[in-house]
């Protein structure tokens, strides 16, 4: 028997912007994401700040300068304690107001983001076994297709060649719609579970036991 499963997905903006830049240990370009960590360094009077980043793939850090060799006394105690503390508001501010251009950074046009699951409805009654609803409140900078393959824990390859194949249906646009920013509330049907990816409702919603 078939079941109807309708899933919430709730995307949110979880971090600062990200900034590509070369990765030593992947060895290519990879975005680097903000750790909201600071790392200090005394050189006589001198200091030098960083704001931590790590690469998104491997982990692999990268400091960030904020300033380098200024003076002990040209800086506030208020500044010092927030970078000994790792103070998150400052992290921020740092991280989004850090000028790209000038250092030969380029900034990553697609913002890390994190998935609210909300179970909607359940029924054994319908033909059309799995609907996931996807909000977007905070018009967070993502394509559709990096969502579903995030969410989905699938390669974006895989999400398209289900599109082609007609297992994932957009509600209200065609598969162009894939390579697109995502919208607040667009409507995703899975016409069924396909044999490549045999635990679809556990990847939609987390669920434990397959339903039946
Ligand atoms: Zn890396």
Redesign the pocket.
């Known amino acids: 028997m078939s079941s109807f499963l309708h899933v919430e997905w709730t995307v949110r903006t979880v971090e600062t912007p990200r900034v590509k830049r070369p990765?030593g240990?992947?060895g290519h370009v990879?975005p680097f994401s903000s750790t909201g960590k600071f790392r200090l360094n005394a050189n006589g009077n001198r200091l030098d700040a960083w704001l931590i980043y790590v690469?998104a793939?491997?982990g692999?850090r990268w400091n960030r300068p904020f300033f380098e060799r200024r003076a002990r006394q040209s800086i506030s105690d208020d500044l010092l304690q927030s970078l000994q503390t790792n103070d998150p508001a400052l992290a921020r501010k740092v991280a989004v107001d850090l000028p790209t251009a000038s250092t030969g950074l380029a900034a990553d046009t697609d913002m890390a983001f994190s998935i609210e699951k909300k179970l909607l409805g359940l029924s054994v009654e319908s033909d059309a076994p799995l609907s996931l609803t996807l909000l977007n409140p905070g018009a967070c900078r993502v394509r559709l297709d990096r969502v579903l393959a995030e969410g989905l824990n699938l390669s974006r390859r895989l999400i398209h060649q289900l599109a082609d194949d007609g297992v994932i249906l957009l509600i209200d646009g065609s598969k162009k719609a894939l390579k697109k920013p995502l919208r607040h509330k667009m409507r995703v049907n899975f016409s069924f579970e396909p044999s490549a990816v045999p635990d679809l409702r556990h990847r939609l919603f987390g669920l434990v036991h397959p339903l039946e």
């Open positions: 990765c240990r992947c990879q690469c793939k491997c692999n």
